[in-house]
């Protein structure tokens, strides 16, 4: 099995420009490709983890990565899949942004001598001179077809900025400019970027005559609800074990939906099809197992074999013989946080990152979802003392969180 044939296998393909062609190039290593990471945040989430184990995958099948980094494209915000327009990054936030991303990706990709590229799309994006752009590149693009790009429908309604109408050009216009530099015959992106890639395959071909250029999107990463995976109550599920710890990260997966395990075995770890296919029919307890290894490999994959046996044996310890393992996670209040030398337990969960209001916190109490050192709490007025030793508090069956007075 090529690796095509296997990316097809675990459902990580949604479209490609030219099967044949496609199939051919990845097979045989010939795919120079990238795949971009805008820096909107200080560090990459489980929203750019699938695309960095494909990366990852087509590095081993002989095909070489290039991860562009948007310090360019960053400062005008990608439209795609959302409502209002992202707030506006500051040049020192986005050069934060960009060395975060690139200490976390080398854990995926090897960028060794004359291996993987990591380059800055800010290198030939700042320079580029208005009128010429216009010339050079606004010609080639139809007004007409990109206000029919998937990009800007959920946007059109709320209203688009001129800003980031921009957008689609300024990614096509890395793909073109990658073609040249470096030789970059293929793009990979999510599932929502598929007008931006033909944007930047039409603009090789308009302005250099060459029809060897391709792309392919990758199947979103959804839940079967049909919603983007890697958002908690606390936000969105990070790489970065100082933001998301990998306990957290471990349960994050532990606790994902039976539907959902096969798929996620599938798209993220190395897991091989064929142990996958044998847990088709497993339920209950054995769907917990495959869940568990799920957690498992992720874990090991994003913070190191120690950090998962770690993860694992915290979360067997925690649901099994009780709850006093020194690994689970901790969250250390200040003093402001008590009022007269206690808290109650509605806000005891909300500072916990347990629950994301005080209303949902009512609701869990009143509901006997809460234990504090494996004493069920039923009322909202309920307050405890804090120390040093702090106290066990739980969310549910499967939620537990160290609370303690720094």
């Known amino acids: 099995m090529g690796i095509y044939e296997e990316l097809q296998a ?14 051919k190039m990845l097979n045989n290593g010939e795919a120079t490709f990238y795949i971009g990471f805008d820096p909107t945040a200080d560090s990459l989430h489980v929203g750019h983890f699938m695309a960095l184990c494909l990366m990852r995958r087509l590095q081993k099948a002989g095909n070489r990565p290039i991860a562009l980094l948007g310090g360019g494209t960053g400062m005008v915000g990608d439209p795609s899949g959302k409502s209002d327009m992202r707030k506006m990054l500051t040049v020192e936030t986005i050069e934060h942004n960009i060395e975060c991303f690139k200490k976390q990706m080398s854990r995926f990709i090897d960028f060794g001598e004359g291996k993987a590229l990591m380059v800055n799309n800010a290198d030939w994006l700042l320079s580029l001179n208005y009128v010429d752009l216009l010339r050079e590149v606004g010609a080639c693009f139809s007004v007409n077809n990109m206000l029919r790009a998937e990009c800007y429908k959920q946007r059109m309604e709320k209203g688009l900025s001129f800003l980031e109408f921009n957008y689609m050009i300024m990614q096509s216009y890395d793909f073109y400019t990658l073609y040249q530099r470096y030789g970059c015959n293929f793009q990979f992106g999510g599932d929502d970027q598929w007008s931006n890639m033909l944007g930047g395959r039409e603009l090789i071909r308009r302005k250099l005559g060459k029809d060897d250029a391709e ?41 994902v939906d039976d539907a959902d395990v096969l798929k996620c075995l599938k798209m993220l770890t190395d897991v091989s099809l064929e142990e996958i296919a044998k847990m088709e029919s497993w339920e209950g ?51 402001d946080a008590l009022t007269d030398g206690t808290i109650t337990i509605v806000k005891l969960l909300t500072a916990a990152g347990l629950c994301a209001s005080n209303g949902e916190a009512k609701k869990l109490v009143k509901g006997g979802g809460v234990s504090v050192n494996g004493e069920k709490v039923s009322a909202i007025d309920t307050s405890f003392s804090l120390d040093s030793q702090g106290l066990v508090l739980k969310k549910g069956k499967k939620v537990y969180r160290r609370v303690i007075l720094k």
């Open 10 to 23: 675990r459902g990580l393909i949604a479209q490609v420009t030219d099967e044949e062609k496609v199939r």
């Open 215 to 255: 792309a392919m999107t990758i199947t979103l990463l959804l839940n079967s609800e049909g919603q983007k995976m890697g958002k908690t109550v606390g936000g969105a599920v990070w790489l970065d074990p100082e933001k998301t710890s990998p306990y957290d990260f471990y349960q994050y997966w532990r606790n």
């Open 285 to 335: 307890s054995q769907l917990n197992q495959a869940k568990e290894l799920l957690a498992y490999e992720l874990t090991k994959l994003v913070h190191g074999q120690e950090e998962a046996d770690k993860a694992q044996a915290t979360a067997r310890s925690l649901f099994g013989a009780g709850a006093d393992d020194a690994d689970m996670p901790v969250t250390e209040l200040g003093a």
